[in-house]
């Protein structure tokens, strides 16, 4: 399940050091079925303190944890929508994200010019909704001319997928993102299938100075970005590039040590791959043997044999039943044979959906 995330910011925004501290934090790719790897995607491993609790109680030969992708896409400028400086190649690789992370600038340093010569991140941000919102009003207006035709021919689908056009396209002339807006659940399949630009999750990616990075409440930049996502219920990560590159060189006792000294109890780069993962509606289950402790990715809400197919498609073609413990109650237990007595183990069917931190072993047959 190769999922990604997008890393999109101005010129000089700490969007291109952030992306760099993600490669060479990069996990190894030969773990994982997409190996080979573009020079613009850094697949990392996702943080999972349950996975380390498992490996404790289990002792298996190996542990192998879930990863995430993300994309660095190419710098924006003003007037990208129209082709502008590397516009083009722009939206054509945010279009292939899942999900955007928007890196703002949210330092003052005399020695790293701004591109429009002065710190504003508010600036920053409408810069490039901007530019997202009118490549996605091309769309609708495109889609709009076909749409009406039908809809005037009483054309039921037609009719639905013009209110939703005409909806989008009233919020995006008011510089609102598709996905700011309120939908029914039958509009919000409508929606996404138009793929639009402004329709992607998004969150918001704070950099500060070194300074600043353990106490950011007293940055007032941090506190506008905070106020303009909080307006599309958006969330924000507050990070120090600069320094996530360092860490990233680091061994892990290192790593903890360095943060530490910092006061921070965990590095932006580990917030920042667990939002995103969030963001997409992802969660993560477990198996567990003497062979192998490993974490797998499912999209939140799939049934169990959706969540086995992930393991190998035989798995889901011959799903017999998952026999299913919580994380929680395996760690209670101490150990899956005590779990079975106290009966905490259950054995559950096809109808069964997946929650995050189950362990499961899948029965099948082929």
Not at 292 to 298: D, G, P, S
Request: aromatic residues 6%; charged residues 30%; negative net charge.
């Amino acid at each position: 399940m190769a999922l990604t995330a997008g890393i999109v910011g101005l010129p000089n925004v700490g969007k291109s050091t952030l992306f760099n501290a993600i490669t060479q934090a990069g996990a190894e790719a030969a773990n994982y079925p997409f190996a080979t790897i573009d020079p613009n995607v850094g697949i990392v491993e996702v943080p999972d303190h349950r996975l380390n609790k498992l490996t404790e109680l289990v002792k298996p030969k190996k542990t192998v944890p879930t990863a995430f992708e993300f994309t660095d896409i190419a710098g924006i400028v003003k007037g990208a929508s129209k082709g502008e400086g590397l516009g083009n190649q722009f939206l054509s690789h945010i279009r292939q994200v899942d999900a955007i992370c928007q890196v703002v600038r949210c330092f003052e340093d005399e020695n790293i010019t701004h591109v429009s010569g002065k710190v504003d991140p508010i600036e920053d941000i409408e810069v490039i909704n901007l530019e997202l919102i009118l490549a996605d009003l091309e769309t609708v207006n495109k889609r709009l001319q076909r749409v009406e035709k039908l809809a005037r021919q009483k054309d039921k689908e037609a009719v639905a997928e013009q209110t939703v056009l005409e909806k989008i396209k009233e919020g995006l002339e008011e510089e609102i993102p598709a996905r700011a807006l309120e939908y029914s659940e039958d509009q919000w399949k409508i929606v996404k299938g138009l793929h639009l630009l402004t329709s992607k999750p998004t969150l918001y990616v704070a950099n500060v100075s070194e300074e600043e990075v353990a106490d950011p409440e007293g940055n007032t930049y941090v506190q506008q970005v905070k106020e303009y996502a909080a307006k599309e219920n958006a969330e924000v990560i507050v990070i120090c590039a600069k320094i996530e590159e360092e860490i990233s060189e680091l061994d892990q006792e290192e790593k903890e040590m360095f943060l530490e000294d910092l006061g921070i109890t965990e590095s932006g780069l580990d917030k920042l791959i667990k939002a995103s993962y969030n963001l997409l509606g992802l969660a993560t289950y477990f198996t567990a043997g003497e062979q192998e402790v490993r974490a797998w990715t499912f999209r939140k809400g799939i049934k169990a044999p959706q969540a086995a197919g992930i393991i190998h498609t035989d798995f889901e073609r011959g799903f017999i039943r998952a026999e299913t413990v919580s994380y929680g109650d395996l760690v209670e237990a101490g150990a899956m044979a005590q779990a079975r007595e106290k009966g905490k183990v259950r054995l559950e069917g096809k109808e069964y959906i997946v929650q995050d931190g189950d362990v499961i072993h899948f029965r099948f047959n082929v």
